[in-house]
């Protein structure tokens, strides 16, 4: 039973690369289980990370720009994966070009859509960024929500892009008015409010969805990685409060006129994240912020398994060095029915830990050394 599941489980088996970031070539087979990069720093450990994820998400996990991935001094570049899902492979292609949009194709077939991706692939990308999370400011928390939700709902996703939309039109159009012509832009406004207000609920709903499920997982979670210590708990956090988004929109048109942005609504939005009454972003120290928030990561990670019947895939790129032991085993003994690709600047991470290292493969400038 345990060897079936394990030979269904999601996995990317292959990835080629041409004139991606600091690879001129590149032609990796992976193992189903733990894959390990190590090497120097600037070498292009996080740049193997970045490819795979852009082939399933077509986005960059650092939000760069389809040019800067393209491999200096090119005009184009190709990341090519074979995604194995529930016993059937799919061969995700894509072109990144330095002057125009990006061409994707599914088994060879071109999509018109990036959507039509949706659902092959599912990535948690852990980062030491991730850890930070709690402690930094409330972008970063709804990033985290976003980026997983948009993974996970494809409704979720659409009502993203309406939203950021409608937001970025809203804004222009409060650029545009000034205290002579604002009877004139008074109707416009209201029309995308409207659609702002809508949208807008729909994100909060899913949001705050989303918030009960990992509070569901987070808790006991949290507890072994503190050996019971503390507690957890994450709130939605509204921007528009006791209001409803419609009201906190209309009492806030005069002053996101003046400041020429809109103020309220789910881009606004925080979580907050709580120990007992101790509000974790603001009081808590620097060891209680990062265990909190490894272990949102991890109830990411079991989120995810639950909402999509299978593992995701885990790009784990340098976290290992930035946890204390028990953390590293803790996280280590969590990922083990997971296929993950770790990177390091040392294998000596794992050398006391029964964690099974799979494949290790050794990156020097652009070029990768399979080791065993
Ligand atoms: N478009 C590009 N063309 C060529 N080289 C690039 C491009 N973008 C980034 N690089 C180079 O890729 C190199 C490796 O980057 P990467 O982030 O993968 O390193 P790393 O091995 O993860 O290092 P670290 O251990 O410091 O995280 C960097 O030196 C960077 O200059
Ligand atoms: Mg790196």
């Known amino acids: 039973m345990i060897l079936m599941e394990n030979k269904s489980k999601l996995k990317i088996k292959s990835l080629k690369l041409k004139n991606f970031r600091n690879y001129g070539l590149l032609n ?35 939000s760069a720009k389809d040019r800067e991935l393209i491999r200096f001094g090119n005009e184009e570049s190709h990341i090519e994966t074979v995604i ?6 799919y061969q995700i292609d894509l072109h990144l070009k330095k002057n ?54 494809k409704i979720y996703l659409s009502n993203l892009t309406n939203y950021n939309r409608i937001v970025n039109q809203r804004n222009h159009l409060l650029k545009q008015i000034s205290f002579d012509n604002k009877k004139k832009f008074t109707d416009t406004l209201e029309i995308w409010e409207l659609q702002l207000v809508q949208y807008g609920n729909r994100l909060i709903e899913r949001r705050k969805q989303f918030v009960e499920d990992i509070n569901r997982i987070v808790s006991s979670v949290h507890k072994k990685l503190t050996g019971n210590k503390e507690e957890i708990q ?48 603001r009081f808590g120290s620097q060891g209680q912020q990062r265990t909190a928030a ?52 040392g294998v000596e991470d794992f050398v006391n830990h029964r964690f099974s290292i799979n494949k290790v493969f050794h990156v020097q400038n652009g070029q990768v050394a399979k080791e065993n």
Do not use: W
């Open 100 to 153: 125009g949009p990006k061409g994707i194709a599914i088994n060879k077939m071109p999509i018109r859509k990036a959507s039509e991706l949706f659902g092959i692939v599912n990535f948690v990308f852990f980062s030491p960024e991730d850890l930070n999370i709690i402690k930094n400011g409330p972008s970063e928390r709804r990033r985290f929500i976003d980026l997983e939700l948009s993974q996970l709902d």
């Open 294 to 345: 490894l272990s949102l990561k991890l109830s990411e990670i079991e989120l995810v398994k639950r909402t999509i019947h299978d593992t995701p895939i885990l790009l784990l790129d340098d976290v290992l060095s930035e946890l204390d032991k028990h953390r590293q085993n803790y996280l280590l003994d969590s990922i083990n029915d997971i296929q993950t690709l770790i990177t390091c600047t």
């Open 234 to 281: 994450i709130i939605y956090e509204p921007s528009n409060g006791n209001m409803t988004l419609e009201e906190a929109i209309k009492k806030n048109r005069e002053r996101d006129i003046k400041i020429k942005s809109t103020s309220t609504g789910p881009h606004r939005d925080d979580i907050c994240i709580k120990s007992g009454d101790l509000d974790i972003r």
């Open 28 to 62: 990796l087979n992976f193992d189903d289980e733990a894959n390990i990069f190590y090497g120097d720093n600037a070498q292009g450990k996080t740049n193997i990370l970045e490819a795979v994820y852009i082939s399933g998400t077509t986005k960059s996990h650092r």
């Open 84 to 89: 194995e899902k529930k016993g059937i492979n």
